[in-house]
């Protein structure tokens, strides 16, 4: 596991909603912003200790999120989301509307209420996708999500820059994360290939040799969310291990 780095302060003052902060990239994103200074608002489908439930793909859900417990938050971090990976024949349509109703229209609903409640600067950061920028066999419908969420990015990156609000997307490729654990023990239930050769796979398609753990994508986040990027928007940031280079 890559080592935190220390705290510097970065986010002090800030106050940031995360997104998918049960597990995964949103809980390190949380812990990294709480680290740097932060006020962290923790949201995810699964209420829990400290974390404060909220389905994304629900509008009045989301509205009432951000006039409630997020209404005062300066940053957001968008890290909830899905995963599912089949041949396209396969693919059911209940399959694909809720892999896109979660990861593309959440990432709307999201978008939208920064949109309407930020009445000072501030940052928004999806957590996109490696998948975002190349499509993947087998993962048809989470690179179409995570293309739109792209494509999302850029489109309220122009619309609310001059309110100087940034927005941004992450991608990372493979991720040591629950959910990549979950996509792998599918693919080896369909394909009868042993789980530690798929995951050996993943890591040997990465020229710095393995996937990303979680702390290193929500670093990236602590960055896009801080003073250092105050001239960073629009831009999709590839956490890859230069695997698309």
């Not at 800030?14 to 812990?31: D, K, M, N, P, Q």
């Not at 997020?70 to 599912?84: E, F, K, L, Q, R």
């Not at 989470?142 to 941004?168: D, H, I, M, W």
């Not at 999709?236 to 695997?243: H, I, K, W």
């Amino acid at each position: 596991m890559a080592d935190s780095p220390g705290s510097s302060g970065l986010l002090t003052g800030h106050r940031v909603l995360v997104t998918g902060a049960a597990s995964g990239i949103g809980e390190a994103v949380a812990a990294a912003c709480e680290r740097e200074g932060a006020t962290v608002v923790r949201v995810d489908l699964r209420e829990g200790d400290g974390i404060v439930r909220c389905d994304v793909r629900s509008e009045d859900e989301v509205v009432s999120l951000f006039s409630g417990v997020a209404s005062a938050v300066t940053d957001v971090v968008h890290c909830a989301g899905i995963a599912s990976a089949a041949p396209i024949e396969d693919v059911s349509l209940d399959v694909w509307r809720s892999i896109i109703d979660t990861n593309l229209t959440g990432s709307f609903l999201v978008g939208r209420e920064v949109a309407r409640s930020f009445a000072r600067p501030g940052t928004l950061t999806f957590i996109a996708s490696a998948g975002g920028l190349k499509g993947s066999a087998t993962y048809t419908a989470y690179c179409s999500s995570k293309f739109g969420v792209v494509g999302l990015t850029r489109s309220l990156a122009q619309e609310l820059a001059p309110r100087r609000v940034r927005v941004n997307a992450v991608c990372p490729s493979g991720v040591r994360t629950p959910m990549v654990a979950k996509t792998i023990a599918e693919e080896s239930r369909r394909t009868g290939v042993p789980e530690e050769l798929i995951r050996k796979g993943e890591n040997d398609v990465v020229p710095l040799g393995r996937m990303a753990e979680p702390e290193e994508v929500a670093n990236v986040c602590v960055f896009l969310a801080s003073d250092l990027a105050s001239h960073i928007a629009g831009t999709a940031v590839l956490v890859d291990g230069a695997q698309l280079a």
